[in-house]
């Protein structure tokens, strides 16, 4: 049995009006300064256990928190409506942030959880200090846009719960923890991590990755017919739809008012969120793994770093503070691959 909590971690179960949620906090963080709150939200297929390194490397004058989503983790299991966008995740953390009465906090998000980062400024920008986006989903969603945001198709064709790969869910749902290709932790070494990473916490990382719910009403969700390539469209429940650029849009962001000041960090070798990436349905038409690619003039690959800059440069123009770090042999997860750069960038931006 693999120990997944690591010393020095507690983990707590906080009740919400919303849900049921796990939380994990250090335990010497009782007197931590609450004006340095640090609350990490984790991404898809993962959980808070991801943060634990990064939580115990932070100075003791700061409190950390890692809350796992609906879903995921040790957190209650309850239907995510993807019509709402990542709401019911972001408004999931806005009430663990209440109830514990942690006031205006540092948030943190990975790949999705940035997303829901983002979401939670716009609906509730009081309780946002600052915000760090991690390897962030594009404010547009996931797949199916052109670089300025707009849609390819107006049903967001290839794009939501169709476009899991069902050998991947199978997988997770039956607790596989061999290295087999398609495993979990075939697809944590090949995509989470930039290739030749090793990490000596690789067990406890499968068991976060298992600990993800599927079906339906959770990952990956349902998905509904096209008549556009590749003859899906999002459908309305479960994780991948909230991502849908159909009901997902923080571009917003822009007009937030007063604007948190930003840290946005992302590896050079990223390969699930890039501008090429091979989690988009149609990169992997492009290049020939999904047959009837209808070419980059109506189906092409998601711009997602150009899109995420192209507004992170609108918030700076509108007064916003911006910083954007991009680190050089370095995947998905900088805060695991490099953790002092990670580590220092975050402390920057809290002290800033």
Known sequence: MVETIFPGIRERRVT?????????ERRADAAADASRTVVFVHGNVSSSLFWQPTMLDLPGDIRAIAVDL???????????????????????????????????????????????????LLDRPHLVRSLTLQSTVSPYG???TAVDG???????????????????????????????????RAVYRASYVAPGFVSEHEDVWVESMLSTTTGLDNYPGDASASESWPAF?????GV??????????????????????ILWIHGAQDAIVGDASFFDLNQLGKVGIIPGWPGDEVAPPQQMLAQTRAVLDRYAAAGGAVTELELEDCGHSPHLEKPAEFRTALLDLLDA
Do not use: C, Y
């Not at 390819?152 to 997988?171: I, K, Q, S």
């Not at 849009?249 to 948190?260: E, G, L, Q």
């Open 240 to 261: 991948l739809n909230t991502m849908s650029p159909t009901v997902f849009d923080t571009s917003a962001i822009v007009d937030v008012d007063p604007k948190p000041p």
């Open 150 to 184: 707009s849609l390819l198709t107006p049903d967001a064709a290839g794009t939501g719960g169709g476009g899991a790969n069902p050998d991947f869910v199978a997988r997770l749902a039956a607790g596989d923890r061999s290295d087999e290709p398609g495993s979990p």
């Open 16 to 24: 919400t009006p919303r849900l049921t949620a796990n939380v994990l």
């Open 142 to 144: 996931f797949g199916g």
């Open 70 to 120: 609906r879903g995921f983790g040790d957190s209650e299991t309850l239907p995510v409506d993807a019509s709402r966008g990542v709401r019911d995740f972001s408004d999931d953390v806005a009430s663990v942030i209440d109830e514990l009465g942690l006031g205006s906090v540092h948030l943190v998000g990975w790949s999705m959880g940035g997303g829901v980062a983002m979401q939670l």
């Open 233 to 237: 469209a999002p459908g309305s429940r």
